[in-house]
């Protein structure tokens, strides 16, 4: 079922089964199913096609390929492939008679005008991973795309082991690397070493003490006239709650009070987790940090419901529907506004 | 200003100052000050003594050492050395004549034994760095402590880099480690290797759906009698919520609809962000995870109010308050009964 507050990359599209992960005969069993789906990525971007929908125009979804057109490409020892999960019943209730598919991400170097032919779609591309691409699929797709891009970034920048510096080994279904040194500490114990990272970040509607105005501010890669939340790393040791109050005063200069969670967005850039707060500031004075940003400043409620209803008649842009940042100010306008 | 549902490890003591972390003029100059306070971390356990407070029985407090008596250690190259930040004043109105002090955290490989004859206590150690330990602090020691110790974890697991398996040379104050090959990849454009983990984690307590009573289990490494909430690593991709009914599920067989977070934790064993949530349970059935769990069940709301009032007398034991469990405990309590 549907649940609220659902942000674009948060959707679980497929059941993760993980403690499938560790059943290496039932993997490669379902690796030749001809049912199972995979989706082929290069470097880091997915094997898309231009969707089929009469109105998604500008959609894109992912290409879904079968066993026999990666077949060979499963054996090359430089392919990684990592196990997503089972689509989940559309009718849980319905006696089928076999298991529904399941999906493989399947990252690898070949060529890729070379890979695109495997495919049946004309209009088939891989994204040139900027992170506008991402924003085109449909919300399924989207988690989908979440969850193996993140996996796949880690295989990427992860392959030595950090505690010793040896090669490592790919392990259950794609979610942990085991160091190939029996020496090594790694082997002892669990550690994160092993496992995928995820690393969290605050993103915050910063309000004004009059309750009527919103802090944005800009990087100077930013497209003209967008201004978006703020937002940062949680540091070690650190609380969500002062992760806040520390990013907005090294950001803005602005004090912040009161802290209150409105929701969370996975983000595959590579692999963060946002966490979307609304907080209230208690100075007004704005310094801003020049390494980070170009210019912070305080928006008019109106001037930022003008930007999210007239669009790009407004001097103010704010970002598309599928960020958090969009998300947090629509929540405060919504909770705070007749609108 | 102190502000609502603060849990252990959460108090920030400390001004970060991450600006400082680039400044190493003013950085050296710090660590040679006689003012500045340094922690000794042996095996990422830090040097304590028993607290002078009189009804802090039971209670430790950090050993705050000097530049003379570490002076010495700060030369060797396999010590590691951590920039916390510095003092809060107390009251920032007064007008002092200096800065408050600034913190650093040492790691040392050398004799424990002789190490903590730098320390003028009587009653010095360095605790078995069981979890148990680390909770006697105040709360403003264990701000720091969770601050310091999750960075030296870190430092202890990723001395390599894992893009390329070069050593690695740590930076900005002991926030950034970089590839010591000008070749890696790591050095173009910024990536998460190069900077400290936080894992973020779910820990979730399951509400029936009669309202009355609420779900937890026990590891078998568990004392007896004593049960906690659920939890689970955050995987790439997913968000809070999802995360929240996926590990309910898979560790107990119940399904979860609505998920309400509550308040966090860092959690510095080694370095987590444990992510506190109300979850409602929207079946009842129980099918333990038997490699993660030796039991679950359902608690009545009565049992769980004798544990946290009579203690030692109950037939079930809740976590100590220091832990983010038994917060989400009491919080159900209270938001749901009249006591
Ligand atoms: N996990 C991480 N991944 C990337 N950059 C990080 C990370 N942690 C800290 N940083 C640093 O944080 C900067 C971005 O600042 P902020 O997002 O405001 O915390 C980056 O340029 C890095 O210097
Ligand atoms: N970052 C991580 N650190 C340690 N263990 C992890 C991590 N991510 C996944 N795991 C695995 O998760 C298990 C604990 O299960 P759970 O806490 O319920 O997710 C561990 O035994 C590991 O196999
Ligand atoms: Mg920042
Ligand atoms: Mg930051
Ligand atoms: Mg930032
Ligand atoms: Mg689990
Ligand atoms: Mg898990
Ligand atoms: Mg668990
Ligand atoms: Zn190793
Ligand atoms: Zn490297």
Redesign the pocket.
Known sequence: EPHLQENYFSRETLDRLSARRTDEVWLEAKQKDPDTVYLLFSNLSPMVSASQEDDDEGHIQLCRLRYEAVKDLLEKPSTVLIFLGMERMKNPSSSQTSEPPVWFAVSTDEDPAELLRRCREATCSFPKSGNRDLLKFSEEDAGVVAQARSVLAWHSRYSFCPTCGSGTRLEQGGYKRSCLNSECRSQQGVHNTCYPRVDPVVIMLVIHPDGNQCLLGRKKVFPAGLFSCLS??V?PGEAIEEAVRR?VE?ESGVKVGPVQYVSCQPWPMPSNLMLGCLAAAVSTDIKVDETELEEARWFPRQQVIDSLFRGASSTLIVPPRQTIAHQLIRHWISVNSNL
């Open positions: 940062g790393f540091e990013e090294e």
